[in-house]
């Protein structure tokens, strides 16, 4: 069993859709992120929660220590949410990250 | 803040040559930066961990003659790869913790590389 685990695999919605991403994880961690990978294979850190919840935009990020849950959620999606978001935990000290497999999201116009 | 460069974003190489990317952190110091591979369609795979001053500490079964980790300064490390085979086509990209920032990890945009 994968220590991260990501639901849906693929998720396609129409605009203005709230989107819902999740991830469960089966390992201590010090901190867990939520990346976006586009087309292009550029990466960008969206979020990194040790606990709580943080916002940014229409991007809400939600962690739960205790049952080692973390979701992902986007208001009033557009077409330009459509990428790849992946969730990754940190395990240890050294900083490297353990990557779930990633969740493909399309938004259609 | 928090910006890593990574170049070339794209190169085309014979085989048998070797290509060198880059990873610069812009502003900030990073003793730590890591190198992932990513085959189409399937999730990052860290290749190795790079640390300034010393060896880069390789995952199992990635080749350290085949990919040269370098890491001179707080600002700049490099993985070359070595006498490229087409099965070494593939996108590289680079990462880096710069700690204290909000957003956690940093990434380069990525170099795609293809061996004809």
């Known amino acids: 069993k994968n220590e991260v685990e990501q639901s849906p695999q693929n998720l396609t919605a129409q605009e203005g859709e709230f989107i819902t991403i999740n991830c469960s994880y089966s390992?201590?961690?010090?901190?867990l992120h939520w990346l976006q990978q586009h087309p292009g294979g550029g990466i960008v850190s969206l979020f990194m929660?040790?606990?709580?919840?943080k916002k940014h935009g229409r991007l809400i990020a939600t962690i739960n220590i205790q049952e080692k849950h973390s979701s992902l959620h986007i208001t009033a999606s557009h077409p330009r949410d459509s990428a790849v978001y992946i969730c990754?935990?940190?395990?240890?000290?050294?900083?490297?990250?353990?990557w779930g497999a990633g969740t493909k999201l399309i938004i259609k116009p | 803040g928090a910006v890593v460069s990574q170049h070339p974003s794209r190169v085309i190489c014979k085989s048998g040559t070797s290509v060198k990317i880059e990873c610069r952190s812009l502003?900030?110091?990073?003793?730590?930066m890591f190198w992932y591979r990513q085959f189409p369609k399937q999730s990052l795979m860290l290749m190795a961990t790079?640390?300034?001053?010393?060896?880069?500490?390789?995952e199992q079964g990635v080749e350290k003659d085949k990919f040269l980790i370098n890491h001179a300064s707080l600002t700049l490390s490099t993985l070359t790869v070595t006498s490229a085979h087409p099965e070494d086509s593939s996108f590289y990209i680079c990462?880096?913790?710069?700690?204290?920032?909000?957003?956690?990890?940093?990434f380069g945009s990525g170099t795609r590389l293809t061996v004809v």
């Open positions: 990462s880096a913790y710069p700690g204290g920032w909000n957003y956690g990890y940093t």
């Open positions: 502003d900030f110091q990073a003793t730590t």
């Open positions: 790079s640390n300034e001053g010393s060896k880069a500490t390789y």
């Open positions: 390992v201590g961690i010090s901190a």
């Open positions: 929660l040790s606990s709580g919840k």
């Open positions: 990754a935990v940190m395990k240890d000290s050294n900083y490297q990250l353990i």
